[in-house]
């Protein structure tokens, strides 16, 4: 009964939203068109404008053309004198008179002669030109001849063409025939001229002049006209107060502007720097708006259109304007959209307010109505916070009269429980780590899911393209499957969901025992759940078959165990993953080191050797319980940490020259240049012989020269032994030593072929450093020669502020292959440049490692494999850390590296020493504070030493060692 009385939500909201909805949407429609309506009136009333000014032009222009042609007809001022020509002022008076906006009618003649008369407005014109009687009305302006010379007067007259005054002035600098209007006349003398606008200098107005050729006579009659009118029309536009408004010329001249309410734009003529005059135009003003209308295009005489401009809406006109016999006019004018509909908006705003009141008191009677409503919604709104911040403690129990809330309220009581047993499950599934209690929790996960009796998971196996039965729950127990494999090609069930998607049927029980037989016994029918597990790239990872006893399957608990699967099989394919990059990477790893290893067969081993020797170290002070190292522990992570910066602590090896790392002796590059040596002193040998015999047959003493001969080759020999013996290098190079060795160099050889042919470009290019010698020439027996040094590179420096930190000597040049630079070595084998070469190693170990992108609980791996050359007092390299800046991993490493070379049985410089050597060696480091003096402690006492020497060390090398003496 209860539920019969529940309507649908939307019957109580439809009604009240309906009425606002639709009245609101009726005002706005309306000022919509109410605005378009008053767009289109300004437009006509832009149009009304425009032909009023069209009208204004034709009043103006047409009486004047119709008049110049009367006066063209025949000649208005007759006569060859000055006097002659007044007495038919009254002609020409009559003709300006006839015409409201003509100012001056004048005659132009052939030789130079000039006729005008104006009408005189003193409060218009210029006293500096006219200085004439105030009861003046009309001025003549006459230039003539008077004894073939041109004589310039100004004579006024009053209303009744009086003569009131008469003055000569001096000549102007005027001449009528260069004038537009009389080269256009004399041009064209069948047709009426007119001028484009232009500024009248004598009383400030904008006006054209129309001219003829005088028919029958060489002269040319003219009238001047302004243009008030239109001017007047344009500022009485009566637009709104920021409309623009212009009248253009030519080459958009000004003839008139206006801004709105502003003082209308007066042009003033402009000079140039030709000194040429003209009207302003309107690009050269700050007038965007116009300009804007200006530039638009149009191909109709008459257009508008609504433009934006700076974000602000303007309403425009233009229109081209024809003028009898003259060059068109273009008309422009812009409104804000805010001003004309400036009316409506505020009508719309007082609307909207009354609509707005009307809205509020329909809301209130709307809540107060809804409340009852909606009470029970607000109660959802609770519980749906409460599981977007995961509280999934409370039961969802409302109540509603509406159909959809009490509908919404049980099925938000089931997402909640559905929800948090999905989270907890994934939560479960993505913290599992280890792989095989993933596939135990995924199995048994689903399996609670569906209320199966019996599971079986299944992992694919791409190579062999098959299913593999890993884990099987029966009895509410995880165990071991034996072992299933089917082929992916097989009609199995679990395979057939494998190309598609989960399926449910029911199975006979001999069907069980055909497909399920290997795993358990069944004495009835069953129902299988098969569902595919499926990555995130839809690749197939596994299946797993859920058996129920049961018939009917819930269709809900189904869902849930797909969507569960997919989760699943998504964990399962991340430790896949994870596996198989580590995998991947320690390969890679134990790749690289190797073939640092291979690549110097005096070093083999040694990048294998320091990751057990440091973990067996790292692994010891873990174990310790007291002293400085009692809570020193390492975690998974910082373990995989240090087992990858201790394979990779030498990756730097990559980038040194093998024959540095490989070099035995002084001389040695890529071959040993003893050789070389030995060859010079073969030819100075040579010599010797050469000269004994030339002395035996010049005829000198054969038994001295014996003796001198002899005496010079055993000096030859034992110098060359002792050259021999500074290469070798296992001897201190003393100073003595060292001046013996300069004075060997001093003796001279022969050399009679070019050393720059048959040499590679590099080799020829530092030869070539100074100029070749004349040949023959006479060089040293050892010598440091130019060509023995290899500049170093900017990409070879190391700059102070480098982001490593490196804190390292650079040596200035990158190579010196001297001959005596190089024998000189005091002690071992390299010299300067060839130690830091070695030493640099480190310095390319950090960067190479820097750029590799580690996960974070891997940061710190280029700091752990680059700090194990580094001393506890900071002399190390290549940061120069101190102790304090040191970890517990880089000083474990650091001792582990100093172990393995100094028990390396496998290199060129030098015989692996015994422990008792090396450790009493390391003991000195710890005195003199370059390794950890704890660490060196716990490497003792814990036989860490004594275990890799057993492992690792020829029987020869493992003494006995009195290990208190240096705890």
Same mark, same amino acid.
């Given at each position: 009964?209860?539920?019969?009385?529940?309507?649908?939500?939307?019957?109580?909201?439809?009604?009240?939203?309906?009425?606002?909805?639709?009245?609101?949407?009726?005002?706005?429609?309306?000022?919509?068109?109410?605005?378009?309506?008053?767009?289109?009136?300004?437009?006509?009333?832009?149009?009304?404008?425009?032909?009023?000014?069209?009208?204004?032009?034709?009043?103006?222009?047409?009486?004047?053309?119709?008049?110049?042609?009367?006066?063209?007809?025949?000649?208005?001022?007759?006569?060859?004198?000055?006097?002659?020509?007044?007495?038919?002022?009254?002609?020409?008076?009559?003709?300006?008179?006839?015409?409201?906006?003509?100012?001056?009618?004048?005659?132009?003649?052939?030789?130079?002669?000039?006729?005008?008369?104006?009408?005189?407005?003193?409060?218009?014109?210029?006293?500096?030109?006219?200085?004439?009687?105030?009861?003046?009305?009309?001025?003549?302006?006459?230039?003539?001849?008077?004894?073939?010379?041109?004589?310039?007067?100004?004579?006024?007259?009053?209303?009744?063409?009086?003569?009131?005054?008469?003055?000569?002035?001096?000549?102007?600098?005027?001449?009528?025939?260069?004038?537009?209007?009389?080269?256009?006349?004399?041009?064209?003398?069948?047709?009426?001229?007119?001028?484009?606008?232009?500024?009248?200098?004598?009383?400030?107005?904008?006006?054209?002049?129309?001219?003829?050729?005088?028919?029958?006579?060489?002269?040319?009659?003219?009238?001047?006209?302004?243009?008030?009118?239109?001017?007047?029309?344009?500022?009485?536009?009566?637009?709104?107060?920021?409309?623009?408004?212009?009248?253009?010329?030519?080459?958009?001249?000004?003839?008139?502007?206006?801004?709105?309410?502003?003082?209308?734009?007066?042009?003033?003529?402009?000079?140039?720097?030709?000194?040429?005059?003209?009207?302003?135009?309107?690009?050269?003003?700050?007038?965007?708006?116009?300009?804007?209308?200006?530039?638009?295009?149009?191909?109709?005489?008459?257009?508008?259109?609504?433009?934006?401009?700076?974000?602000?809406?303007?309403?425009?006109?233009?229109?081209?304007?024809?003028?009898? =016999?003259?060059?068109?006019?273009?008309? $422009?004018? *812009? /409104?804000?959209?805010? +001003? %004309?509909? @400036?009316?409506? &908006? !505020?009508?719309?705003?007082?609307?909207?307010?009354?609509?707005?009141?009307?809205?509020?008191?329909?809301?209130?009677?709307?809540?107060?109505?809804?409340?009852?409503?909606?009470?029970?919604?607000?109660?959802?709104?609770?519980?749906?916070?409460?599981?977007?911040?995961?509280?999934?403690?409370?039961?969802?129990?409302?109540?509603?009269?509406?159909?959809?809330?009490?509908?919404?309220?049980?099925?938000?009581?089931?997402?909640?429980?559905?929800?948090?047993?999905?989270?907890?499950?994934?939560?479960?599934?993505? =913290?599992?780590?280890?792989?095989?209690? $993933?596939? *135990? /929790?995924?199995?048994? +996960? %689903?399996? @609670?899911?569906? &209320? !199966?009796?019996?599971?079986?998971?299944?992992?694919?196996?791409?190579?062999?393209?098959?299913?593999?039965?890993?884990?099987?729950?029966?009895?509410?127990?995880?165990?071991?499957?034996?072992?299933?494999?089917?082929?992916?090609?097989?009609?199995?069930?679990?395979?057939?969901?494998?190309?598609?998607?989960?399926?449910?049927?029911?199975?006979?029980?001999?069907?069980?025992?055909?497909?399920?037989?290997?795993?358990?016994?069944?004495?009835?029918?069953?129902?299988?759940?098969?569902?595919?597990?499926?990555?995130?790239?839809?690749?197939?990872?596994?299946?797993?078959?859920?058996?129920?006893?049961?018939?009917?399957?819930?269709?809900?608990?189904?869902?849930?165990?797909?969507?569960?699967?997919?989760?699943?099989?998504?964990?399962?394919?991340?430790?896949?993953?994870?596996?198989?990059?580590?995998?991947?990477?320690?390969?890679?790893?134990?790749?690289?080191?190797?073939?640092?290893?291979?690549?110097?067969?005096?070093?083999?081993?040694?990048?294998?050797?320091?990751?057990?020797?440091?973990?067996?170290?790292?692994?010891?002070?873990?174990?310790?319980?007291?002293?400085?190292?009692?809570?020193?522990?390492?975690?998974?992570?910082?373990?995989?940490?240090?087992?990858?910066?201790?394979?990779?602590?030498?990756?730097?090896?990559?980038?040194?020259?093998?024959?540095?790392?490989?070099?035995?002796?002084?001389?040695?590059?890529?071959?040993?240049?003893?050789?070389?040596?030995?060859?010079?002193?073969?030819?100075?040998?040579?010599?010797?012989?050469?000269?004994?015999?030339?002395?035996?047959?010049?005829?000198?003493?054969?038994?001295?020269?014996?003796?001198?001969?002899?005496?010079?080759?055993?000096?030859?020999?034992?110098?060359?032994?002792?050259?021999?013996?500074?290469?070798?290098?296992?001897?201190?190079?003393?100073?003595?030593?060292?001046?013996?060795?300069?004075?060997?160099?001093?003796?001279?050889?022969?050399?009679?072929?070019?050393?720059?042919?048959?040499?590679?470009?590099?080799?020829?290019?530092?030869?070539?450093?100074?100029?070749?010698?004349?040949?023959?020439?006479?060089?040293?027996?050892?010598?440091?020669?130019?060509?023995?040094?290899?500049?170093?590179?900017?990409?070879?420096?190391?700059?102070?502020?480098?982001?490593?930190?490196?804190?390292?000597?650079?040596?200035?040049?990158?190579?010196?292959?001297?001959?005596?630079?190089?024998?000189?070595?005091?002690?071992?084998?390299?010299?300067?440049?060839?130690?830091?070469?070695?030493?640099?190693?480190?310095?390319?170990?950090?960067?190479?490692?820097?750029?590799?992108?580690?996960?974070?609980?891997?940061?710190?791996?280029?700091?752990?494999?680059?700090?194990?050359?580094?001393?506890?007092?900071?002399?190390?390299?290549?940061?120069?850390?101190?102790?304090?800046?040191?970890?517990?991993?880089?000083?474990?490493?650091?001792?582990?590296?100093?172990?393995?070379?100094?028990?390396?049985?496998?290199?060129?410089?030098?015989?692996?020493?015994?422990?008792?050597?090396?450790?009493?060696?390391?003991?000195?480091?710890?005195?003199?504070?370059?390794?950890?003096?704890?660490?060196?402690?716990?490497?003792?006492?814990?036989?860490?030493?004594?275990?890799?020497?057993?492992?690792?060390?020829?029987?020869?090398?493992?003494?006995?060692?009195?290990?208190?003496?240096?705890?």
């Amino acid at each position: 009964m209860q539920a019969s009385k529940k309507l649908p939500f939307q019957v109580y909201i439809s009604f009240c939203l309906a009425g606002l909805v639709v009245a609101l949407l009726i005002v706005i429609t309306q000022f919509n068109q109410m605005g378009q309506i008053i767009l289109h009136e300004a437009n006509r009333d832009y149009e009304r404008t425009g032909r009023q000014v069209a009208k204004d032009i034709q009043a103006i222009y047409t009486p004047a053309k119709n008049q110049i042609e009367i006066l063209a007809e025949t000649m208005p001022v007759p006569g060859n004198t000055l006097d002659e020509r007044l007495e038919h002022l009254a002609y020409l008076a009559k003709s300006i008179s006839s015409i409201p906006s003509a100012t001056s009618s004048f005659v132009g003649y052939a030789d130079g002669e000039f006729f005008l008369l104006r009408k005189y407005d003193k409060s218009s014109s210029k006293k500096s030109l006219f200085d004439v009687p105030d009861d003046t009305a009309w001025i003549v302006q006459s230039t003539s001849l008077k004894r073939k010379k041109l004589v310039e007067h100004i004579i006024s007259f009053n209303t009744k063409l009086e003569e009131t005054s008469r003055q000569k002035i001096p000549r102007r600098n005027f001449e009528p025939r260069e004038t537009l209007w009389y080269k256009a006349a004399m041009a064209r003398p069948d047709k009426v001229n007119v001028t484009k606008p232009y500024y009248f200098y004598t009383n400030h107005q904008i006006g054209v002049t129309y001219s003829q050729k005088i028919d029958d006579v060489n002269a040319v009659v003219g009238i001047d006209i302004e243009l008030p009118t239109i001017l007047q029309t344009i500022e009485n536009s009566g637009l709104t107060p920021s409309s623009r408004i212009a009248l253009l010329g030519d080459n958009a001249q000004i003839l008139a502007m206006v801004h709105g309410n502003q003082v209308p734009f007066r042009p003033e003529i402009i000079t140039d720097k030709d000194g040429t005059h003209r009207m302003p135009n309107l690009l050269e003003q700050d007038a965007p708006i116009l300009n804007t209308v200006f530039k638009l295009e149009s191909t109709k005489d008459v257009s508008s259109q609504s433009i934006d401009i700076d974000g602000e809406a303007w309403a425009t006109f233009k229109q081209h304007i024809e003028t009898p =016999g003259g060059s068109p006019l273009t008309l $422009l004018i *812009a /409104s804000p959209h805010k +001003e %004309l509909l @400036e009316e409506i &908006i !505020a009508m719309k705003k007082q609307s909207m307010l009354i609509f707005g009141v009307l809205f509020a008191l329909a809301c209130l009677i709307i809540v107060s109505f809804s409340k009852r409503v909606t009470a029970p919604i607000v109660k959802l709104a609770e519980e749906a916070n409460k599981i977007a911040h995961f509280d999934f403690q409370s039961t969802v129990k409302i109540d509603s009269a509406v159909k959809e809330i009490s509908e919404l309220a049980g099925s938000m009581q089931g997402m909640k429980a559905t929800i948090q047993s999905f989270l907890g499950i994934a939560r479960d599934l993505a =913290g599992e780590t280890n792989f095989d209690k $993933l596939l *135990a /929790s995924v199995l048994r +996960e %689903l399996s @609670e899911i569906t &209320i !199966a009796d019996t599971a079986v998971l299944y992992l694919y196996e791409p190579k062999t393209s098959t299913l593999e039965s890993v884990q099987v729950y029966m009895d509410h127990e995880i165990t071991n499957a034996t072992q299933q494999i089917i082929p992916i090609t097989h009609q199995h069930p679990v395979v057939q969901v494998c190309h598609s998607e989960s399926s449910v049927i029911r199975l006979s029980v001999d069907e069980l025992k055909e497909y399920f037989g290997v795993i358990a016994k069944y004495q009835h029918d069953c129902t299988l759940i098969a569902i595919p597990l499926r990555d995130r790239n839809n690749q197939l990872v596994g299946a797993i078959a859920l058996l129920i006893n049961a018939s009917n399957i819930d269709i809900g608990r189904h869902s849930m165990a797909v969507a569960v699967s997919g989760t699943a099989a998504i964990a399962i394919e991340n430790q896949r993953l994870i596996q198989e990059q580590k995998a991947l990477l320690e390969a890679f790893i134990q790749l690289l080191a190797g073939a640092i290893d291979a690549k110097s067969p005096y070093t083999g081993g040694h990048c294998q050797r320091v990751p057990i020797l440091t973990k067996n170290l790292a692994r010891a002070t873990c174990d310790e319980t007291s002293g400085t190292f009692a809570d020193f522990r390492l975690s998974d992570n910082e373990w995989e940490e240090l087992h990858i910066a201790a394979w990779l602590h030498d990756c730097g090896k990559v980038t040194t020259p093998e024959y540095i790392v490989d070099k035995a002796t002084k001389l040695e590059t890529l071959y040993d240049r003893i050789h070389e040596v030995r060859m010079r002193f073969e030819v100075i040998k040579r010599d010797v012989q050469i000269d004994y015999w030339k002395a035996i047959a010049e005829g000198g003493d054969p038994e001295k020269l014996r003796q001198q001969r002899d005496q010079a080759m055993a000096t030859i020999d034992d110098d060359f032994e002792f050259v021999a013996e500074c290469n070798v290098g296992g001897e201190f190079m003393s100073e003595k030593k060292i001046q013996r060795l300069d004075q060997i160099a001093e003796r001279k050889w022969q050399r009679s072929l070019s050393d720059r042919i048959g040499i590679s470009s590099l080799e020829k290019e530092r030869k070539d450093r100074i100029p070749e010698p004349l040949l023959p020439v006479m060089e040293k027996l050892l010598d440091n020669k130019p060509e023995h040094i290899f500049i170093r590179e900017e990409q070879d420096k190391i700059p102070d502020d480098n982001p490593w930190g490196f804190n390292i000597k650079v040596p200035e040049h990158l190579y010196n292959r001297g001959e005596l630079y190089n024998l000189r070595v005091e002690r071992g084998t390299l010299s300067e440049e060839e130690r830091y070469k070695i030493n640099e190693h480190m310095v390319q170990t950090i960067k190479m490692l820097s750029q590799l992108p580690f996960p974070r609980h891997l940061s710190r791996v280029p700091e752990i494999a680059g700090g194990h050359h580094e001393k506890i007092d900071g002399t190390g390299y290549p940061k120069g850390l101190h102790g304090k800046d040191m970890k517990a991993p880089e000083k474990i490493m650091a001792i582990a590296d100093i172990f393995e070379a100094l028990t390396a049985s496998d290199r060129p410089y030098k015989k692996g020493k015994t422990l008792s050597e090396t450790l009493k060696i390391m003991s000195f480091m710890k005195r003199d504070k370059h390794i950890d003096p704890d660490l060196f402690s716990v490497f003792l006492r814990s036989g860490v030493y004594l275990d890799y020497a057993h492992e690792y060390l020829r029987p020869e090398q493992i003494d006995e060692v009195d290990i208190h003496a240096y705890l």
